[in-house]
Each structure stands twice: as structure tokens, then as C-alpha cells.
């Protein structure tokens, strides 16, 4: 028996026996880390990347201590999207083949309401659903989920982006307490911790690593040799080709300056300082991290709010007055598992600073030329997103499953064509493709959401 064997598990034997049918040989790193707590009744945080295997974790944890001969919904799982909440079911139905007269029933969105209301009549085990279609549900009093012992919510962090926290809360605070809660998902950002804080219990966090465990960012230190700033960046946009950087400078003028330069020489670019006003300066954070631009320039101050995953490049406009500041500039690279690059544009004068940094990373320093101008040839890359905004919101009762059921209803567009939501008080905005922006303008414009007709434009 390997340290990997399903069958060191308390499992039943029915389950047993329907994984080795399944060919599953041997737990994957995230099922071996989180199964003994899942089945020891804890609640689990568990953070893998797309494809690690945990679905088959969280299954085995709900089937293994489900009741099949009381049959009351003892288990929810909430996914982000109907497509993902339909594998969820089938690979919960497969794993409990040998578990006789199990009912595993889906709630999505954009399926009619009525065959759902007759399929709650004729009783569930087990309900897979996205979070709109379960509260609206939930608040029909046709779902009774006071039996509830199993809460999973997987691709939490997706649920987050897609603007499902208040949706989240609202189903949180209909159901019981006393449960077990698993918590799944492929990054783990603020809005996921803070959301995990708020309903589980002492939880138990495992993080299973990509590849090579530590984050790796590699530094480099330019002379600028007679070039501006300014060409230094666009040169170094140019040469490593990232698909988010963030440049950071020590004025909120230069910062400006920056900014306007770039866009002048044809990048996708934005400012973030505090000479900005409220508005314009959440405009910034959201088109950044929705991957509708592609560099921020920003002051330290006004970069605090940024809660990004996966930043390529960070340049160093200047370096930062401190060695803290530089290592908390750079640290926004290269998280999670994946490598970053930071660079740093040295001032004559640097020497102090230099060396200060130098003794801290216990490594030698050496300032190299910047790359050649051939780079400067090729075209970079649009952002990948575009942020359209919505005269709607909250206020109007938009959810996030309106905007998207209304962009794929009639099929032209799918989720993956769909990124970030945001619902607000009386404005709601959607990252869609950028290729497919138009069509999606077009969508929104034409259509209506809750029977209402909305103006929408690009942001
Ligand atoms: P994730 O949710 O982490 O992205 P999934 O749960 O969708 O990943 O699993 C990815 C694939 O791996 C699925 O096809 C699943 O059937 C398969 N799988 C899961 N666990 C095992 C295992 N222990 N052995 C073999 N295949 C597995
Ligand atoms: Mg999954």
C-alpha cells in the first residue's frame, strides 16, 4: 500500500470498490493533503491549481458521510458558472455509482425554473448549483436545506470575480451552522480569505503547490546610458512582452507624466495616484485587474489596494526610497507559483541604496545596459479584455447571473469569453474579450435583463 492509496482512508467499502472500478489508483497531492481532515469533519481550505483533482476531494468527503436512506438535501456545492457546476454533478454521480438511490440534482441559471421546482419536489441527496439560481430557490422556500451538513464552494475565487459575494452571503445566512464548510480554489487572494474567515471554523488550509514550490522573481538592475526613463520602460514593455506590468514611481507627478507618455507611444496603459479622484482612481484598479490594460503606473501609496495574482513585470521607475518598500514593490511578482521579473531603473546616485539592497538580499548587485532596440520591432499585444459599464445595478436588483445569462442566452458568446463582474449601487461593469466586445455592446444593449432595457458602454 502506497503513502498515496485511497485505501489507507476511512472509506467505505463502496467507495472503495468504485474508485478502483474508476482507475484511480492513487490520490492526487491535493485529495492526499485534505482528505484525512475532510473525513475527520473539519473545515477545509484547500488552494490547487485547474485540474489537481479537487472535485474527486471534496465528492468523496460529502458521499462519505452522506445518508442515503434519509432523504433530505445533505449536501450543497456552489460553482461559479452552469458549465462547471454540471461536471461537478457528473463526477459526484460517477464517484457514487455504488451508492444505490442517490439523488445528486444541478440548480442552475439559465435553465427554466419549473422542471427544477418539480425535480425539488421528487427530493434530492446532494444540490450542484450556481449561487443565483440556489438563493432565488432558497427564498421561494421551495429548497429546504435545513438538513444541511456539507457546504462546498469550489472555484471560490471565480464565484468572487463573477461578483457572487453578496449572492454568497445571502444563501450563508439562510442555511445552518453547524456544518462542515470546504472551500475550494485555484488562487487565494484577499476576497477569498476574507470570505473564508467570515463562515468557516478553525479551518484547516492546505496549499498545494505548482511545479517548483517557490515563487521565483528574478531582478534585474539597468544603467539607463543616456536613454529617458521613459524609453527605458517602453523598451523593457517591449523586451519581455508581460502581459500585466505595474511600474511604480516615488511622485504622483511623475507617475502622471509616465502615464501619458506611453499612451502617446501607443501602449495600454494607466495612471494610479492620489491626485486622482475616487471615481477615476477605481476605473484604474478595475480596467488593471480585469486585464483591460496592460500596465499601472503608480504611486506605493495608491498601489496599497492592489489584490492582484499575476503580475509578469514590475519596473521600478525609480527605485523606492527603502529597502521594505522594494521588497514589497517586487513581492507583487511572482506570487502563487508563478515567475516574475522585476526591474529596476538605477539613478547615478543609487549607490547608497545599492548597497543597502544588497547586504538585505545577501547577494551582490550588478547594474547590466538595457537590452538592445531591436525589441522595440514587434508590436505588443492588446489587452485581452475590454471593461464595458452598465446604468444598472444593485439598486435595479442586477445580479451578476443577469448580465451573464443575457450575454450567452443567445449562445454567440460563452463564459470563457467573460471575466470579471462587478455589481455596484446604480452601476455594474463586465470585463468581456476583447474580440468579441462588440458583439457583447451589441448583446447587453439590445437585450434586456430582468425585463428591463439598460444602456451599456465601453468604459
Ligand atoms: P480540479 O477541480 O482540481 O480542476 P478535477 O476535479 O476536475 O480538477 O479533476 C481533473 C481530472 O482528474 C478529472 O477528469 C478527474 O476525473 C481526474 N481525477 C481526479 N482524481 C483522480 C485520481 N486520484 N486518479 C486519477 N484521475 C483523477
Ligand atoms: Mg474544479
Known amino acids: 500500500m502506497s503513502a498515496l492509496s485511497f ?122 448549483g450556481t449561487p443565483g439560481r440556489v438563493l432565488d430557490h432558497l427564498q421561494q422556500q421551495r429548497l429546504d436545506l435545513t438538513h444541511l ?58 496549499t498545494v503547490e505548482s511545479g517548483h514550490s517557490q515563487t521565483s522573481i528574478e531582478q534585474y538592475f539597468y544603467q539607463l546610458d543616456g536613454l529617458s526613463r521613459a524609453d527605458a520602460v517602453n523598451l523593457l514593455l517591449h523586451q519581455f ?19 501619458d507618455t506611453l499612451q502617446h507611444q501607443g501602449i495600454s496603459v494607466i495612471a494610479l495616484h492620489g491626485d486622482l479622484e475616487q471615481r477615476e482612481r477605481e476605473h484604474a484598479l478595475l480596467k488593471f485587474s480585469n486585464n483591460s490594460v496592460s ?44 515567475s516574475g521579473i522585476a526591474c529596476s531603473l538605477l539613478s547615478p546616485d543609487d549607490g547608497h541604496k545599492l548597497s543597502a539592497l544588497a547586504s538585505e538580499l545577501g547577494d551582490e548587485i550588478t547594474a547590466e545596459p538595457l537590452p538592445a532596440h531591436t525589441a522595440l520591432g514587434q508590436k505588443l499585444a492588446e489587452p485581452a479584455m475590454q471593461t464595458l459599464q452598465i446604468d444598472g445595478g444593485k439598486k435595479h436588483k442586477l445580479r451578476p447571473g443577469d448580465i451573464v445569462g443575457a450575454l450567452t442566452a443567445g449562445q454567440q458568446l460563452t463564459f470563457a469569453d467573460i471575466g470579471k463582474i462587478q455589481v455596484l449601487d446604480t452601476v455594474a461593469f463586465v470585463a468581456v474579450s476583447r474580440k468579441q466586445a462588440k458583439l457583447a455592446l451589441a448583446l447587453l444593449n439590445e437585450g434586456k435583463m430582468k425585463g428591463k432595457k439598460y444602456r451599456v458602454w465601453r468604459l
Open 7 to 128: 485505501s489507507q482512508l476511512p472509506l467505505p467499502a463502496s467507495l472503495l470498490a468504485c474508485l478502483t472500478s474508476l482507475e484511480y489508483h492513487q490520490m492526487t497531492a491535493v485529495q492526499a493533503q485534505s482528505l484525512p481532515a475532510i473525513l475527520d469533519g473539519k473545515d477545509v481550505i484547500a488552494q490547487a491549481k485547474t485540474g489537481s483533482g479537487k472535485t474527486a476531494a471534496f465528492a468523496l468527503g460529502l458521499l462519505a458521510k452522506l445518508d442515503v436512506k434519509r432523504f433530505r438535501i445533505q449536501s450543497l456545492i456552489l460553482c461559479p458558472t452552469r458549465e462547471l457546476a454540471e461536471q461537478v454533478a457528473a463526477e459526484t454521480r460517477k464517484l457514487a455509482r455504488h451508492i444505490h438511490n442517490i439523488k445528486v440534482l444541478t440548480l442552475c441559471g439559465g435553465v427554466p425554473t419549473r422542471s427544477q421546482i418539480v425535480s425539488l419536489e421528487h427530493g434530492a441527496h446532494i444540490i450542484v
Open 295 to 338: 500596465v499601472l503606473v503608480a504611486t506605493d501609496v495608491a498601489a496599497r489596494g492592489l489584490d492582484i495574482d499575476k503580475l509578469d513585470l514590475v519596473i521600478n521607475y525609480q527605485l523606492a526610497h527603502d529597502v521594505a518598500t522594494h521588497i514589497h514593490r517586487i513581492g507583487r511578482t511572482g506570487r502563487a507559483g508563478h
Open 149 to 206: 451538513t456539507t457546504l462546498v464552494l469550489d472555484e471560490a475565487d471565480r464565484m468572487l470575480e463573477m461578483g457572487f459575494a453578496d449572492t454568497l452571503n445571502a444563501i450563508l445566512a439562510d442555511i445552518p451552522s453547524a456544518r462542515q464548510t470546504l472551500l475550494f480554489s485555484a488562487t487565494f487572494d484577499h476576497a477569498v480569505r476574507q470570505i473564508a474567515a467570515g463562515i468557516m471554523q478553525t479551518p484547516v488550509t492546505i
Open 241 to 259: 512582452r508581460p502581459v500585466s506590468t505595474v511600474v511604480f514611481c516615488n511622485t504622483k507627478r511623475e507617475t502622471q507624466q509616465l502615464a
